[in-house]
């Protein structure tokens, strides 16, 4: 995509997630959001073919902008645990900043699309991570006798369900910091050697 092209695509993933979250999704014409864009109508046919095939890439750009910030947080000299310890105050930050979106692409995904697009969206991070325990386990930071690729999903998509469960389900039963020491606590009782 040449640098004009990206841009047009940032205004209407940029302007969708916007209005969505303003008006939500059944509310939300396609004039709504190339309005809000600045674009015309005809661009953004261009770069989607209808409302419902935003879904996956605002998915995506959410999960990209999670994944970042975790990357500039640890380094490769980190230990397992601090970089768990990033991934989920991260994770929690991204639910609270995109609630009402993350319902939506969680909804769509589900209803519109397959699950095969949501693994696709996740691989890079899903890959990144089963790096990080399978260095954990080269230093013993973690028991060796794992699946690695199904303890990855399976780490991420607790992180990930106890966030949205805390943000979206209002289970605020408990303070936010709670939530996340039981998650670090739980992972680390179940992983490590010590």
Known sequence: M?????????KILHASIKVFSEKGYQNTSITDIVKNAGIAQGTFYLYFPSKSALI???????????????KERVSEQ??????LKQI?????????????????CYSGLAIEHSMEKWEMIYQPYYQWFE???????????????IDVKLTTKMIINLIENTAERYFIGNENDALEAEYQEEIFNFVKRSLSTI
């Open 56 to 70: 996956p890439a605002i998915a995506d750009h959410l999960l990209t902008i999670t994944f970042e910030k975790i």
């Open 88 to 104: 989920i105050s991260i994770t929690f930050e991204s639910n609270e900043t995109y609630k009402d979106i993350v319902v939506l």
């Open 131 to 145: 790096d990080r325990i399978t260095q954990a386990i080269l230093k013993k930071e973690i028991i060796q006798a």
């Open 2 to 10: 040449g640098k004009k092209s990206e841009e047009k695509y940032d």
């Open 78 to 83: 980190d230990s397992f645990w601090n970089i």
